[in-house]
């Protein structure tokens, strides 16, 4: 069974890891599929993986008038949008005193300002019944030294579930949020760690999750799939957390 056969669905940062994993499961459940990224090399690959039916967008994620323009890309291909999975984004980590204005600006801007206009933009594009997947994480629920801006980005967008929700959930349109926990990804390779580093803070974080190891791409991707289709169209303004268990520990 198709469970996405047919409907117009976007995902944001679908050039590697959840994105493009969600990407191809899309397509598998029928899906016409459009993904954003700002990596040219990245893109192109995309492309190669994904197929020439794919609408391809380079689009900066912390960009407002980006937003904009990636919902008139839409509007001109698809003329309607029923998903929507809010993917991009980005993690830096850094102590406290090691954050600048400057620093702060851009990872707010990617995790949560970029994301809120975006959501703006495609309103007009979303069908009735439509459903919009936001990105959170759990580390929104954790105090872990370091993720003080992600997490707050994400905190902000499990907020933004629950009141886009209340405010649209009258024309047929239902707001989620997916939050994983620690995820086997080219992401984890952006954080500036050596190979003994990265190593060490694999190992620590494994230690942290009760299931015993990092999720996957696919993991993910499977659970989004489910908020895209007409499966759980009652479940509004909630937040699903894929992380293994490290949340109760």
């Not at 323009?69 to 993690?91: P, T, Y």
């Not at 090691?98 to 990872?107: I, M, N, V, Y």
């Not at 069908?127 to 105090?143: D, E, R, T």
Request: charged share 20%.
């Amino acid at each position: 069974m198709q469970r996405l056969r047919n409907k117009a669905t976007l995902i944001t940062g679908g050039t590697s890891g959840i994105g493009l994993a969600t990407a191809r499961r899309f397509l598998e459940e029928g899906a016409r599929v459009a993904i954003t990224g700002t990596n040219k090399g990245r893109l192109e690959e995309a492309r190669k993986t994904l197929g020439d039916n794919v609408l391809i967008i380079d689009a900066d994620a912390g960009s407002v008038a980006a937003q904009d323009d990636i919902a008139r890309q839409l509007g001109a291909a698809f003329g309607k949008l029923d998903a929507v999975f809010v993917n991009a984004g980005i993690v830096d980590l850094r102590p406290l005193a090691d954050w600048s204005e400057a620093a702060f600006d851009r990872s707010v801007a990617i995790d949560l300002k970029g994301p809120y206009f975006l959501v703006k933009a495609l309103v007009p594009l979303l069908s009735n019944p439509a459903s919009i997947i936001l990105s959170g994480s759990v580390n929104a629920h954790m105090g872990m030294a370091g993720t003080h801006v992600y997490s707050l980005a994400k905190a902000g967008m499990i907020s933004l579930a629950r009141t886009l929700s209340g405010e649209l959930i009258g024309r047929g349109i239902r707001a989620n949020v997916i939050s994983p926990g620690p995820i086997d990804t080219p992401l984890n390779d952006k954080l500036g760690l050596g190979p003994a580093e990265t190593k060490a803070r694999a190992k620590a974080v494994v230690g942290m999750v009760p299931a015993g190891r990092f999720g996957t791409a696919e993991e993910i991707a499977n659970a989004v799939v489910f908020l895209a289709s007409d499966e759980c169209r009652f479940m509004v303004g909630s937040e699903m957390l894929i992380d293994g268990g490290m949340s109760i520990m």
